[in-house]
């Protein structure tokens, strides 16, 4: 049987993956590709995640395409808009129609002497195995289950009356209204739950075990406002753009080389927004250097508005035990609550959770090095996205659908069929390839691809010095081999 055939099968269609369709159109135009996507609809983290203000962590300016100037007020989005704008891009470009939803990639099969992937997908709505090769594999997924977030067991959990619930999978029918709430976590969920349910129940309590960095930002970008009355969207939003990256990785790089300063900083600009008398040190001022883990930022200061009002706190502690009335602490004290929300983190899955075997030996994630931050060692034609952690996702994922577009046209260019990285010999340092110390990444460090000691295996964090190497920069390395199939290599020599 002669299974159906692209040149490139995209895998995800979330933000990454209508971006990487966008560039192909316009980049490789004689290419065919399709979209397999697991669930039913486009828009990835921001189709899944339903939570009362669900929102980015990152500004408009730079988690927006490059190539789709946002144009909304906001630069600290919710939800349902940047999902409406994921799937508006896809619309006006045709990409929808592309797009085979209920397919997860559970198998890829790597064939040299064909230079050909053979993909399997299982259908999610009806069960079925699907099979389509393609030249060229593009996964497009993120790196974390989308089926089950991470909720550790709690004693006594099964004594309490109310309601738990986890924000990866939030009931459409929930009503928090006039309710006790308890939100367990202190990441980038938690301080956006605190605030969205605030103003209409009885009270919220964010629970964490240790404090976050919190930094509030502006909820629209005052330079964008003022821009926008003067210039075409598309002139004003590159130098929002520039202007956002150039700030953030001013604050990262601080952050990184004078980490007594920074954390000063972040101090103070809490307590400027706190009750007087609270214990900012206790609930705000981590152990941690700043950018171990992620900043969470708040538009306008919501999270510090809310404990303000008195309808919300914040209280550092660990958990003993659940309760019929809610959550009893290490020091003895018993939170109330009618829900309890557990905010607790994701379970990471690498590329999907797909098998990856290349010329019938199975590929282990964990023990390749990645190329660029974006293919992976011995892995023929295969590339992936994995966003920055000290900047916005989007922007680490536009250069790698360029650089993938670059690699396509310089194959046809050339005559070539196949792209490699290949690893160095003797690798004596490496190092997980998100470097983040938090508990996500911890929990699952060795599904991870390594990255190695320099350029090409190390990543640098440092979107122009990447905007550099990967726009700009040569496609030929002494790491990559470029090659014919070898019956290709036969029909050139006759």
């Known amino acids: 049987m002669t299974l159906e055939h692209v040149d ?51 500004d408009m300016f730079t988690l927006g395409y490059s190539f789709e100037p946002w144009t909304d007020a906001k ?72 089926d089950q977030g991470y909720a550790p067991e709690f004693p006594g959990q099964d004594e309490f009356a109310g309601t738990v619930v986890h924000p990866q999978h939030w009931p459409e029918d929930l009503d928090h209204t006039g309710k006790r709430v308890v939100v367990i976590g202190s990441g980038a969920t938690a301080v956006t739950l605190l605030p969205a349910m605030a103003g209409d129940a009885a009270h919220v309590t964010m629970l964490q075990r240790s404090p976050s960095y919190v930094l509030s930002l502006p909820g629209t970008d005052p330079v964008a406002d003022k821009l926008r009355g003067v210039l075409p969207p598309k002139v004003a939003y590159p130098i929002v753009r520039w202007k956002n990256v150039l700030s953030a990785m001013l604050f990262f790089q601080l952050s990184r080389r004078t980490p007594a300063f920074v954390r000063k900083f972040l101090r103070k600009a809490a ?36 404990v303000r009002s008195g309808k919300a706190d914040i209280v550092t502690d660990t958990i003993e035990r659940f309760t019929a009335e809610g959550v009893r602490l290490t020091s003895g004290r018993v939170l109330e609550a009618d829900i309890i929300v557990t905010a607790t983190g994701l379970n990471l899955l690498p590329f999907g959770g797909m098998d990856l075997v290349v010329d019938g030996e199975p590929v282990e994630i964990g023990e390749r090095l990645a190329y660029k931050g974006m293919m992976l060692s011995g892995v023929p034609n295969y590339a992936f996205t994995i966003g920055y952690t000290n900047a916005s996702w989007t922007l680490k994922a536009d250069l790698v659908a360029g650089y993938v ?29 998100i470097d983040l110390r938090s508990g996500y990444v911890l929990r699952s460090i060795d599904k991870l691809p390594k990255q190695g000691p320099a350029a090409p295996w190390r990543l640098f964090q440092n979107y122009p010095r990447d905007v550099l190497l990967m726009r700009h920069g040569s496609l030929t390395d002494d790491a990559m081999r470029f090659a014919r199939t070898a019956k290709q290599a036969k029909e050139r020599v006759a």
Do not use: M
């Open 8 to 58: 490139v099968l995209i895998v995800g269609a979330g933000l990454s993956g209508i971006g990487a369709a966008s560039h192909l159109q316009a980049e490789c135009p004689g290419r065919t590709y399709a979209i397999f996507e697991s669930r039913g609809a486009i828009g990835g983290t921001w189709d899944l995640f339903r939570y009362p203000g669900v929102r980015s962590d990152s």
């Open 75 to 146: 630069a600290i989005a919710d939800g349902p808009s940047i999902r409406e704008y994921v799937r508006t891009t896809a619309r006006k470009r045709g990409i929808d129609r592309r797009i085979r939803f209920h397919h997860r990639v559970v198998r890829a099969e790597w064939s040299s002497d064909q230079a050909l992937w053979t993909v399997e997908a299982e259908r999610t709505d009806t069960g079925e195995r699907v099979r389509i090769t393609c030249d060229f594999l593009f996964v497009n997924s993120g790196y974390y289950r989308y």
């Open 271 to 306: 307590s400027a927004q706190l009750p007087r008398g609270f214990e900012v040190d206790r609930h705000f001022n981590p152990s941690y250097d700043p950018w171990d883990q992620r900043v969470c930022f708040v538009p306008d200061g919501d999270l510090f508005k809310a």
């Open 405 to 433: 577009c670059r690699l396509l046209n310089h194959l046809d260019e050339h005559g070539y069929t196949t792209c490699t990285p290949v690893a160095p010999p003797s690798v004596t340092a490496t190092e997980p390839l």
